[in-house]
């Protein structure tokens, strides 16, 4: 409410040493949801941070903060930013993660035990797009892209519209995609 008390929800966490993104309201306003670096240290380059993006979740009425992924190791696989709430609950993100582009690169016995996740000019690791449940759970990746793909959006039918950098070869540029949240 205008007016209201300002109310640190990070700060135990984060001890003043965290990095918050990507903040989105459930459908309900029951719950917000959003990326959180900690520790973050203000005096190193963004590339030379330690720590990746993790999805939080804090619910109002418990005030509860929890990191969506609570498995330590599976949490800490890739970045994982832009998390949007499905009408059905579950959450689309962009992670760097990719897991199935890995698995399925050693299922054609290609080159995939040293799949680095890499854009096309191996410069930085390609986001895609991920879904999962509220509490971390049937996390799976549904786009798969050599470069970027970024901001997730539900449209009001329930398809998801999304940005991705298309740079392969002669091509370079960002165009908008519309796919189903399955």
Do not use: C
Request: aromatic content about 8%; hydrophobic content about 35%.
């Amino acid at each position: 409410a205008v007016g209201a008390d300002e109310v640190n929800i990070t700060g135990e966490i984060t001890q003043g040493l965290g990095a918050i993104r990507d903040v989105e309201m459930d459908y309900d306003g029951s719950r917000v949801l959003f990326s959180m670096r900690t520790p973050f240290d203000p005096n190193v380059d963004e590339d030379d941070q330690v720590a990746t993006w993790n999805i939080w979740q804090y619910t109002f009425e418990t005030a509860e903060l929890l990191r969506v992924i609570p498995n330590d190791l599976i949490a800490e696989v890739g970045h994982d930013i832009m998390p949007k709430y499905l009408p059905d609950g579950r959450i689309i993100f962009s992670s760097t993660r990719q897991t199935q582009s890995q698995a399925l690169l050693l299922d054609e016995n290609s080159q995939g035990g040293a799949y680095p996740a890499i854009d096309e000019d191996e410069n930085e690791f390609a986001f895609n797009l991920h879904v999962m449940n509220d509490d971390g759970s049937e996390l799976r990746q549904v786009t798969f892209n050599q470069s970027h793909d970024l901001d997730p959006s539900v449209m009001d039918d329930g398809k998801i519209v999304f940005s991705r950098w298309e740079h392969a070869g002669n091509n370079d540029q960002v165009s908008l995609y519309r796919m189903n949240p399955d």
